[in-house]
């Protein structure tokens, strides 16, 4: 189903294309962060909050991690199987600790929303289609490259892509060519983090950084056979 991602995420060929409904099957969950590396996007993926401090249910990049945001920016990423050849995997995304789901809207396919609950089935572990619209087919920009493209449902017409404006919501627009699409790119890292290079001659931790691809995992992590049984991965899940 696909090629083996670095991190252990199984991807697909670099092709791009829409799909009709399929049929998938829940395969394995995987806990990683959500990190767009280039210089005019670059930063993770988390909630966007209100001036309560409360989620408002919409996506936008943090280029700040901190000791009391980390624990937002942690996803869940599902991966399913599917019952015919696809170029990618189809992939659900969660944040770990809202549990909110990213999804298309209802009546607006261009809108990124996050939902918790309300959801039939209610866990992502359940779900047997694509025509969910929290399913994304996850793809590599390039043959081997870390660099990944989410598309809802498997349309190239709604991607999610962030801006150069911080504060601006994600949402899913037409996927890009050239330096247009560094805006639809991330890379799923292990959720490691270190205290930053700028914040090191501080006495309190101030900012945090991932550490950078690849890095040893912890000892005792799960490891788990590949479909082929040929190899193990190692998660820090």
């Known amino acids: 189903m696909g090629n083996k991602h670095p991190n252990g995420v199984n991807t697909g060929s670099e092709e791009h294309g ?9 395969d394995k969950v995987y ?3 959500m990190r767009n590396p280039f210089p005019e996007y670059e ?3 988390i909630e ?3 001036q309560n401090g409360q989620g408002t249910g919409k996506v936008v990049r943090t280029d700040r991690l901190t000791p009391g945001n980390k624990h937002k920016v942690v996803v869940l990423v599902y991966t399913y199987k599917c019952t015919s050849d696809v170029n990618g ?3 659900v995304l969660q944040f770990n600790q809202s549990e909110k789901y990213f999804a298309a809207h209802k009546n607006k396919p261009d809108k990124l929303i996050l939902k918790k609950a309300g959801w039939t089935p209610e866990n992502a572990e359940d779900i047997t289609t694509t025509s969910d619209r929290r399913v994304f087919l996850m793809t590599p920009n390039q043959l081997g490259s870390r660099d990944l493209v989410f598309s809802s449902r498997g349309s ?3 991607v999610i ?3 150069q404006n911080i504060r601006r919501f994600a949402e899913l627009e037409d996927q890009g060519t050239g330096t247009a699409i560094e805006s639809q790119l991330f890379q799923l890292d292990f959720p490691e983090m270190r205290r930053a290079h700028e914040d090191s001659e ?5 900012f945090l950084e991932i550490v950078p691809f690849p890095f040893k995992p912890l000892g005792g992590a799960d490891e788990q056979s590949d479909q082929d049984g040929d190899e193990t991965e190692k998660l820090s899940c």
């Open 156 to 158: 190239r017409h709604h």
């Open 31 to 33: 806990t990683r962060v």
């Open 48 to 50: 966007k909050s209100g």
């Open 202 to 206: 501080s006495t309190k931790v101030t």
């Open 43 to 45: 930063g993770l993926l």
């Open 89 to 91: 995997t189809y992939v």
């Open 161 to 163: 892509s962030v801006f």
């Open 18 to 26: 829409e799909s009709t409904s399929q049929t998938i099957r829940f």
